[in-house]
Structures are given as C-alpha cells and as structure tokens.
C-alpha cells in the first residue's frame, strides 16, 4: 500500500488493516471450520453417507465471506450509508418473503429459511445487519435530535417493533431479541435519555412474559433453563447434555474428534451447541481461548468506535460489535445453562452460511471503519478521511 | 443545520466504555463459569456423562411380505443377527479381540486381514461407528458369540431381520433380491423421504425394488441408557420417557397375480438349460406364472455372497441374471405366421381358399427361400399353411404385401415397443418395417426382407412377454392388455388398500372372420392330423397353438443335426397358445433356447402348464364350495369342436385372389 505513486494510491490504496482484529476473526472462522466437521462427521456420516457434508458447505461460506470482508472493506462503511434504506426495505421483503407459503422452509417448526436451488437463507442474518445500518444511518443523520422523544426515539422503536413483529411471525425470538437489543445499545450510545430506556424496557417486560407463557416450547424452554435436571428426560435434555459435555472437557478437553456427545446424543451440536463440543473436546483451554477471541473483537471494535471520525462510523462500529459480543455472549451463555435456549448461534463458529458470510462482511465494515481512524496509523489516513467525512456529510444532508 | 464530522462528546463516549465494559464483563463472567463447569465440577460431569448416555436407537420396521395370487408367501423375513464391531468400545481389539472373533467365525485369513485393516485403519469419530463382521449368523455361530460377551469387548450381535425367499431361485427374477445400500444412493433415497442409513438394504430389481418404498415401511425410535463404552444400563433415573418411542410402521404386503402352483409346474416340466415359460389371463393381463431359466438364489445373494459367487455368475455364458421373458429378444420364427396371416387377410388380397403349391421353396429373383420342409408341403391353403407352418405360403404373402403391412399388424399387436409391465426392465423387440430396414440395414430394404419377416425370421424380434400379449389379444379378440404382475398392495392385517384394475393398451381392430380363420387354424395345429403340434393334445382341453423353431444362424447348403451343431447355433424352440379355444381363458409362450424344434422341445411344456391351470381350476372350485356363500362357477364340459365357423367365402368373390388362381379344394389334406 505504500510503494503504489502518490496520486495512485490516494485513489486504490487499501484501507489500513487492524491486524489485530482480523486476526481474531479469522482465527474464530478457522477453528469454526474444524469444529464444525469434529461435530458433525458422524452424525452426516450416518445420515447422509458422508462425513464432510458440513464442512463442504461451512467451508464455501467461508470462502463467500472472506470476499464480502474483502468488498466491504475495500468499498468502505462510508459509502455502506448510502444504501441503508434499500438494505433495510430488502432485509424486510426477506422477512415477508419467508412468511409465504412455498418460499419459506419449515424447519423444526420454525420458517426461517427461504431455500433456493442450492442454497438456502435466514432473511433474520440479513434483517441484523441492515437493521446496525440504518440505525447508525438515522442516528447519525439526526445528531443532536436524538434526544427528543419524537424523533430520536418513537420512530426507531415503531420500525423496530414492525421488524419484531415479523420475527416473531416465523417465529424467531433468539433474533427479535437481538434486534431490540441492538436498537438499545445504539440509542444508549447516541444520547437517549435513560429514561425513555428504561421505561421501555419495563414496557416490553409484560410482552414478553406473554410471548414466554403462551408459547408452550418457550415455555419449556423456560422451565428447562430454570432446573435442567428436574426436566432432564424433557425439555432439560439438551442443557444437561451441554452441561455434562463442558464439564467432562477439563482443563485440556477430551481431544480434537474424541468428544462424545455430538455421537447423537447432543442435538444440534455443530450449530446452536457447538461450544458445547468445544468445551468437551478442547477442554477450558479451547473455551478461553474462544472468550478471549471474542474479547479482543469487543475491545477492537470499540476502540474503533472510539476513534471513528463521523457519528455513523461510530454507531456502525458499536453496532456490529454489540451485534457479534450479544450473540456470542448468549449462545455461550445457554450452552453453559447460564440463559434460557434461544437459538442463536455463536458467531463466526456455528455452522450456517447466511449468518457466517453476513458476519464476515459486518466484520469487513467494522475492520473499514477501524482503518478510516486515525488511530490506525495510516499516513494518508486524515486527509482521506476528510475528504470522505465531506462526502458523508454531503449525502446526509442530501437525504 | 449542517452536520460535520465531529467526534462524540465526552458524556457520550463514556457511554461506549460502559458497553465495551459491559460486554467484557459478559465474557468474563462466562470464563468464571467456565472455570466452575470444567475445572472444579468437571470430574463430577465427565462422571455423569459417562454413566448416563441417552442413546437413540432405530427400530427397523417389518419388511412387508411378498404373496402369490392365493396368499401363499413368496418372500419374508425371517429374525436374524449381525455382528459388529465398534473399534471405540472394542479394547484390545486386534491383538485378542478379533482373534477370538476369527475362532468363533471360522474366518479365513483374508477375512480376518480385512477387517484388521479396517479396525486399524478408522480414526477419530468414525471409530464410533460399527464395522459389520458377519451377516446372517447361523444359530451356532450366534450360541459361541453369545457365551463369551466378557471375552468379546465392543462386539454388538444386532438382531436384523433377514429377507426369506421360500421358493428360492423359481421366482427370482420376479421378486428380486436386496442388498446393502451405497453412499451414492443414500441420498436420493433419502431426498425422497426414505430414512435410510450406511448398512441399510433395499431391495434390488422385480418386486423388492419397484414396490421398495411401499414393502420398507418406516423405522421407529426408541430411546436406551447406554455407558461410555456403549453397554446397555438400566434406566434407574428415569431418564426415558415413553413418550419419546416412536413405534415403527411396518411395510405392506404387495400381492402377486402369480399363481405359485403354476410357477412350481411351469419349473418342473420344462426341459432346457435356458429358457422361458410365460402365461397369463387372456382376459385381463395378468400374468400367472414367468419362468426364467437358468435363474439365482435371491436368498444368497441377499446375504453373504462371496466374490467368488459373483464372478461365478456374471461369467457364466448362461447369464443367469438375465430375465429371458422381457430382458431379451428372439426372432419369433414360425411363432409369429399368425400374424403375418392376419396382416395378409386384412389387406384383402388373402382369403380362407387363397392357396399355394409348395415346392419347397419360393423364388424371388435368382434366390430361393426354403420351406422347412424340404420336399415340400404341395398345395395349401390359407388355414393349411398355418396349420403345417408351410414357409412357401408365407413368403408368398410377404412378396405380394411387401414389409409394411405385416408390421403395422405386428406393431398394433405390441410387437416392436416395451409392454409396459414396469416391475421389470424389458427391451422394446424389434419389428422391422420398411423405414426400419432404409435406417439401419447397409443398402437400405431390399424386397427379400419382407420374406424373412414375414416367417418371423429376419430383424423380426420379439420378447416372450410381447409374444404372449400378442397371443392373448388373438385369442381374447383383439384387446391388448398392458401386462400386470400384482393384483393389490396390502396393509399388515390384510386390508386392501389399493387394487390394481386390468389396464388395456390398445383394442385392436381384427375382423371376426380372420380372427376366427387364425384360431381355427391354430386349434389345428395341436388338434388335427398334419398339425405341427399334434403330440400334445389335451384330453378335456382345446389347446390352440403353434410351433416355431427360429434359426439363430443361417441355414447352409446343408442342414445340419441339432447334435453337430455348436451349442449357441442351435435353432431356438418355441410353442405359444391359449386355450380353451372356444372360450380363451390362458395364453402361455414357452421358449426353449437352442433345443431345436417347437414342437418336440416346447410344446409339451406349454400343455403341462395349460392342464396344471384347469385342474387347479378345478380344484379350487370344488374346494370352496364348502364355505362359498354363491355355489361354484359350472365347470366347463370339454368342447368337441371349435365354435367358430369358418367364413363364408363369398365376401371374397369379387377381391382379388392371390396370383388369380381359382379356390382350391378345400377338402384336400395330405
């Protein structure tokens, strides 16, 4: 990046990489490919005749990420403003579209795929990430007004409610969950009043309880979170499986390939309760060395925020570091009994294309919106940021 | 208001450090517990894992059964066992396991170093997954196993249930055989919903493998408390609800319009090393008996068939795989006259007195087609020549209607294109006719070619099966049926739940006088002197036929003795009829590969079978009349005499007679 001329490179020079970041996401996709093939070798084995289907598919996602990391990178979160209504009205056509009988796929009693001819999406993966965008858009764009109750405040929250509702319909509370939560984090950051915060936190409390109560499998859920081993046989069989999976790993786990609940006995072990198969296999060196990953994302990702030079490098920063630490915090939290089932997965890990390529071009922003700082150290890095930072502003003011 | 870049305010970006802070702490928090889980507890979990694996096992399903049109099995299971091998579970494996296991077995060294290498060679998860050792155990072998369960770590005897052919290889190529499914095929079996594991069988060829999805049923699931070497525990904690069972769903019985009697009868009178016997109900198309000679063992080659074995039979010059009844085709020779005298009849330029002098052979340009009889049958008439088989009439008939005639007779009567039977793989025959001839022959058609065909000789060529259909539909007066091997699919306890209706390919518009002139021709054949058949007239029964003895190579200056020619240069022997032939009930082909002559060596096989289905018609009647609501249907007397009447001839005054000769005496038989 520094040998190119001058007026050429001020024009295609890559952006600045934080080295650290990238590092912790490729090293969290890479022992995601291994752990996705210890944990379900067997089972594709014995279902599908062949021990590697997973990894095939996990591993030409991961092949698909790494070029949507690259292209938003290379595009840069700058120009990601412009299309945040489109990404957002596309993100919500997913939504409908997964709703439509002969569009969306029944899985477990849940719509939450839309199958195409050899491929098959979670319009939900998409619905987070456009959701991050146009949050960080509009937070942006209103600035100091975000403080008003009206503008700042009831807008947001009556989009979001609409994007609830929808997840709901398939129904998918793990990612509803995420949305609100995610909404919160960002108007905590641009300056709403706590107030309004917590009193809607207080609203949304009898809504969910309903949600809890009348739906008998969050309700087992629920119950099963509350004393898995009451309910071991039932609902509880899936926690006391984790459970009994982590805990057997040890301080150096059972070794790579040898653990022996993904052996039929652990649903869902190369997706939604693949920590759990990390702690029993890598033991509780495999599992910190995860939480550190994940750490060091939260602490890079922040610091970038930190650093951004606009208020939507910043929300798009936060977001999609809230977005990564939310997911992984909870899912690990679950396969440890610590929350109640959500179904979300562990990001970057858990087997499933949509959510991993979505999360590797979220991370080529985040990593765009750490190189545009100063902070990252590029020589070039401040005049090309305010060059950048006038476009923005242009367009914000355009919109 | 203009919106600048501007860095956040202090109060703001201490709200992004609570975050941050807030999302370490998560992490942090769950690190504790992490530490908790695995470190202090751990010795506690890893215990409770290793004592209580809740492990889910298939319950395979019954395979349904296999009947004959009376109920009777053909083909069931059987219980049985198999033995595995878990290399995880299995301690010492190779070095006192599988030794011990060798003893017990009687492996031979092959054997035993196969399966070492594969015990060896299986790393990380797949030493979970059980290596089968031995299928079908016989009684002694499973009695030795089961008296050294301490001895034998990780070996699993898995009760399996295993397909039984009680006919063994009489029906073979009609029910098929199973075997172990491949890794290709898994996954379309299971695209459509079949369940199916590694280890799996289906069902190969016939029955077993059209009728696959409605005969395997669906498994079912229960669940068992196993310990982490895989041993089954008792469930002391309650660990397994009932309601988790998922009982399996038994397969359906799928019943056979085969009549086992007649099968059995169809095997025991025919006399050749190859060959086929097909017979079926003129009056709906199903098939009553199918013969396939040389046939296999379903039984052995559902189970534990060597390499050896396999190689034994595909290098057998026999091919005993090969389903002769639709799988091959044969010129029909002399078999397929009737037809070629129908096509002559309809085109109007043949009729009852239309005659021919034979003198052994017929001239066309400087060749001379020879008559099978070499002195020659002298004069004969349409009904004569068919009755004697006399050749020299017949290539008469193919000179004046050329190719195309006699192939859109053939044609309508299903000769030339695949029968539609289904269950088995057919090929389509051949019926030439003159665009046939201009595709395929070097030269293009020639007129001698309509000569040959017209004998049934030529690239005239027919499966037994077509043959057969070809006969009923002559018989029961020109419909053609779509053949049919099963009449109903049942559920476990008998209920019918599906019943399948005679299907009619084509009716075909055959006039009544030359169906009658054909059939009374062919009574002939068996029943009056000069007949090619006569030897096996039916006592109470008025069997119709002909003979035919196709060549399978050209005839040279000299004709040779069946007995000096090379075995496969032999003329193939057939014999198709039907009978009663007043009142047709049952048409049977017989085909007798490179015996020689129709009526000598298929003919008799043809009657046998004809006499087996009145007596056990018969037999059955009388049988239930005890506890028939309705009395039993009147045993048919035995006809003296054909009922059809010849034609009139005076329809044919005004056409033309062949070569205008006037009628010839109708009274004149050699």
């Known amino acids: 990046m520094a040998t190119g001329s001058p007026r050429g490179s001020a024009r295609v020079a890559p952006p600045a990489v934080d080295p650290i970041l990238l590092g912790a996401v490729l090293s969290l996709v890479t022992l995601g490919l291994v752990m996705v093939y210890s944990s379900s070798a067997v089972t594709a084995q014995d279902r599908l005749g062949d021990s590697f289907h997973y990894l095939w598919r996990q591993l030409t996602a991961a092949g698909l990420g790494l070029v949507a990391m690259a292209v938003a990178l290379r595009v840069g979160y700058r120009r990601v403003a412009r299309f945040a209504y489109p990404v957002l009205v596309v993100a919500v056509l997913l939504l409908v579209a997964v709703l439509v009988p002969g569009l969306g796929t029944m899985v477990g009693g849940a719509k939450r795929w839309i199958r195409f001819p050899g491929v098959s999406i979670q319009p939900a993966e998409v619905a987070k990430l456009a959701w991050v965008v146009y949050l960080s858009y509009s937070l942006a764009k209103k600035r100091e007004k975000v403080a008003l109750f009206s503008i700042g405040f009831l807008p947001h929250l009556a989009v979001a409610g609409f994007l609830v509702v929808l997840c709901m319909l398939e129904p998918d509370f793990g990612s509803a969950v995420t949305l609100l939560f995610l909404m919160f984090i960002l108007l905590f950051a641009a300056g709403t009043k706590l107030s309004y915060l917590v009193g809607s936190v207080l609203a949304v409390i009898p809504f969910a309880y309903t949600a809890i109560i009348r739906s008998p499998y969050r309700f087992a859920r629920w119950s099963a979170f509350l004393d898995p081993w009451a309910n071991r046989r039932g609902s509880g069989y899936q926690v006391t499986e984790s459970l009994m999976s982590i805990g057997s790993g040890g301080l150096w786990g059972l070794g790579l390939g040898d653990g022996r609940q993904k052996l039929f006995f652990l649903p869902e072990a190369h997706t939604d309760f693949i920590f759990s198969i990390i702690g029993e296999e890598l033991g509780l060196a495999g599992v910190a060395l995860v939480v550190t990953l994940y750490g060091v994302i939260v602490w890079r990702g922040i610091r970038a925020a930190l650093a951004a030079s606009e208020p939507f490098g910043t929300y798009l920063a936060l977001g999609i570091t809230s977005a990564i630490g939310f997911q992984a915090v909870v899912n690990m939290a679950v396969a440890m009994g610590l929350a109640p089932t959500k179904g979300l997965t562990l990001p970057f890990i858990s087997y499933g294309g949509s959510s991993l390529i979505v999360l590797m071009g979220a991370a080529g922003l985040l990593l765009s919106v750490a190189a545009g700082s100063p902070a990252a150290g590029n020589a070039r890095g401040a005049e090309r940021q305010a060059r950048n930072a006038r476009e923005v502003s242009a367009d914000l003011e355009a919109a | 208001m203009t919106l600048r870049p501007t860095s956040p305010g202090r109060d703001l970006k201490v709200r992004y450090l609570y975050l941050g802070g807030a999302m370490l702490a998560g992490l942090v928090v769950l690190a504790v517990n992490l530490y908790r889980l695995q470190i202090i507890q751990g010795d506690e979990y890893l215990a409770k894992s290793q004592e209580n694996f809740i492990k889910p096992i298939r319950v395979r399903a019954d395979r349904g059964m296999i009947k004959d049109r009376r109920g009777e099995i053909l083909a069931d299971s059987r219980p049985s066992f198999d033995a595995f091998v878990t ?526 289905y009145f007596d056990l018609k018969k037999a059955d009647a009388s049988a239930s009349v005890v506890p028939a609501v309705r009395p039993p249907p009147p045993v048919e007397g035995p006809p003296e005499k054909p009922t059809e009447k010849l034609p009139a001839p005076g329809d044919d005054a005004k056409r033309k007679l062949a070569a205008g000769q006037p009628p010839p005496d109708p009274g004149e038989v050699r």
């Open chain 2, 87 to 612: 290399p995880a579970f299995c301690q010492r494996c190779v070095a006192e396991v599988l030794p011990r296991l060798a003893t017990y077995l009687q492996w031979d060294e092959v054997q035993q170093a196969r399966i070492e290498a594969q015990v060896k060679g299986t790393r990380g998860p797949a030493r979970f997954q059980p290596i089968s050792v031995r299928v079908d155990l016989t009684r002694d072998e499973l009695d030795v196993l089961n008296a050294h369960p301490d001895e034998l770590p990780g070996v699993d005897l898995v009760p399996v249930p295993h397909r039984n052919y009680r006919s063994g290889a009489q029906l073979a190529h009609v029910l098929g055989y199973m075997n172990e499914v491949t890794q290709d095929e898994l996954d379309s079996l299971n695209s459509k919903g079949g369940g199916y594991a590694l280890g799996d069988y289906a069902g190969r060829r016939g029955i077993e493998r059209y009728f696959e999805s409605r005969l395997r049923g669906q498994d079912g699931l229960r669940k068992e408390v196993v310990n982490a070497r895989g041993e089954s525990m008792r469930d002391d904690q309650g660990l397994i609800g009932g309601s988790d069972e998922v009982p399996p769903k038994p397969g359906k019985n799928v019943v056979l319009s085969i009549d086992s009697r007649l099968q059995a009868e169809a095997e025991r009178v025919f006399p050749g090393v190859a060959g086929t016997v097909v017979a079926l109900d003129v009056r709906t198309g199903f098939i009553l008996a199918m013969m396939s000679r040389p046939s296999f063992d379903p039984n052995v080659l559902t189970g534990r068939v060597s390499a050896a074995q396999m190689t034994a039979m595909a290098k057998d010059p026999l091919q005993p795989m090969m389903f002769r009844s639709v799988a091959m085709h044969y010129s029909p020779g002399s078999t397929f006259k009737p037809i070629t005298m129908l096509a002559a009849l309809k085109s109007g330029q043949f009729n009852a007195h239309s005659f021919v002098n034979c003198t052994g052979g017929y001239r066309l340009g400087s060749r001379v087609w020879r008559c099978w009889a070499d002195r020659g049958h002298g004069i004969r008439d349409s009904r004569q020549a068919l009755q004697s088989s006399c050749d020299t009439f017949f290539y008469h008939v193919g000179d004046v209607l050329g190719l195309d005639p006699i192939a859109e007779m053939g044609k309508a009567l299903g000769l030339g294109s695949p029968t539609g039977i289904g269950v088995v793989g057919e090929v389509p025959g051949i019926m030439p006719d003159v665009a046939y001839h201009d595709r395929a022959t070097p030269g293009g058609y020639q007129k001698g070619m309509a000569l040959n065909s017209a004998i049934g000789q030529g690239d005239d060529n027919v499966t037994p099966l077509q043959l057969t259909l070809a006969y009923a539909a002559i018989a029961n007066g020109g419909t053609l049926y779509q053949p049919q091997l099963v009449r109903r699919i049942e559920s476990v306890d008998g209920k019918v739940l599906e019943e399948f209706q005679p299907k009619v390919t084509r009716q075909i518009p055959i006039a009544a006088e030359h169906r009658a002139l054909v059939v009374d021709a062919l009574t002939a054949v068996v029943n009056e002197a000069g007949g090619t058949a006569t030897r096996v007239r039916l006592k109470d029964i008025l069997l119709a036929g002909k003979t035919g003895t196709a060549q399978v190579q050209r005839i040279g200056a000299v004709r040779e003795k069946k007995e000096d020619m090379d075995y496969f240069e032999r003329d193939h022997a057939w014999f198709a009829a039907f009978a009663p032939a007043d009142d047709p009930e049952i048409a049977v082909v017989v085909l007798n590969e490179h015996a020689g002559h129709g009526g000598v060596e298929s003919a008799p096989t043809a009657a046998a079978v004809v006499q087996k």
